[in-house]
């Protein structure tokens, strides 16, 4: 049984691998041409495929700071979509993400900063790259503010609270201060956080950045930079929203599948 169950990893591990081009230029697209090729024989038409664009293999992983926040904060489970992204860029998709609340919300509360004489650095201002021996990890806070000598990062959230909210912060309190313009703002202090809600404000004080968050955040950044993926979770919330394209995961779930096939109501 065991055997049996380890050679079905195995052969998942196996079609999961394969769905990414080891070299840059092979891709899945070229793999449904093949198909197309191969059933040219038959009398029909063949069947049109959407062109997948191909996904291109990373020199080094990179990642986004909200690709692991959401993991760390335990709103998404599947971390083969950090994985994913982290390894191979995907052609950019269409977003329908309203971002004016907040970027509202951004422009007030750096115009309430400057009224009160504080100095705030705004979005692309704080950008950043930190370079890794593993990885390279990028982020941008919305605001840095410095309030009578101490760097606050600040953060915005037109929706309600969540953990990964939190985490997003701390990795911001983490990493910001390794960044040429972080370490000119924060001038060796650890910056507080701060969440910005429509009705609420969160503070984040600089000692949650401890030994026991710092090894949580290596532990994931070590998973999303590993070179074996971790094993798809799927499900229909996060497959529905999950942009790594259904030919590059095995796994997705159908959100449009049929399930009206029973008697039960
Ligand atoms: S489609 Fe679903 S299973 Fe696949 S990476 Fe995305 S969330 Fe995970």
């Known amino acids: ?40 024989t038959s009398k029909l038409p063949p069947k049109k495929t959407k062109k997948v664009q191909p996904a291109k293999k990373r020199s ?5 700071v909200t690709w692991i926040s959401s993991l760390m904060g335990e709103e998404k489970q599947c971390k083969f979509t950090a994985w994913s992204h982290a390894h191979y860029k995907f052609p950019k998709q269409l977003s329908d993400f309203d971002s004016r609340t907040h970027d509202d919300m951004v422009r007030q509360r750096a115009a309430q900063h400057k009224s009160q004489g504080f100095a705030v650095y705004v979005e692309d201002n704080n950008s950043f790259n930190i370079n890794g021996k593993t990885c390279d990890i990028g982020g941008r806070p919305d ?10 990062i600040e953060d915005c959230k037109s929706g ?7 985490m997003q912060v701390l ?12 370490k000119r703002l924060c001038q060796g202090h650890t910056p507080a956080g701060r969440l910005v809600y429509p009705d609420s404000i969160v503070e984040i004080s600089p000692s949650e950045i401890n030994a026991r968050f710092k090894e949580f955040f290596r532990q994931t950044v070590a998973i999303i ?4 993926p971790p094993p798809q979770v799927p499900s229909f919330w996060e497959c529905r929203y ?3 394209l259904g030919g590059y995961c095995p796994a997705k779930v159908d959100p449009e599948a049929d399930t009206d096939n029973h008697d039960l109501f």
């Open 225 to 228: 930079s590993s070179s074996t």
């Open 171 to 182: 990795i911001y309190m983490l990493l910001f201060p390794l960044s040429p313009i972080g």
């Open 242 to 244: 999950c942009n790594v």
């Open 60 to 64: 080094k992983p990179y990642i986004w």
């Open 1 to 40: 049984m065991n055997c049996l169950k380890s050679r079905f990893k195995q052969t998942q591990m196996n079609i999961q691998l394969s769905l990414f081009p080891e070299e840059p230029g092979s891709s899945i697209s070229e793999c449904q041409n093949s198909n197309i090729t191969r059933n040219s």
């Open 143 to 152: 605001i840095v503010v410095i309030e009578n000598g101490q760097p606050i």
């Open 160 to 166: 309600k609270r969540k953990t990964a909210h939190r």
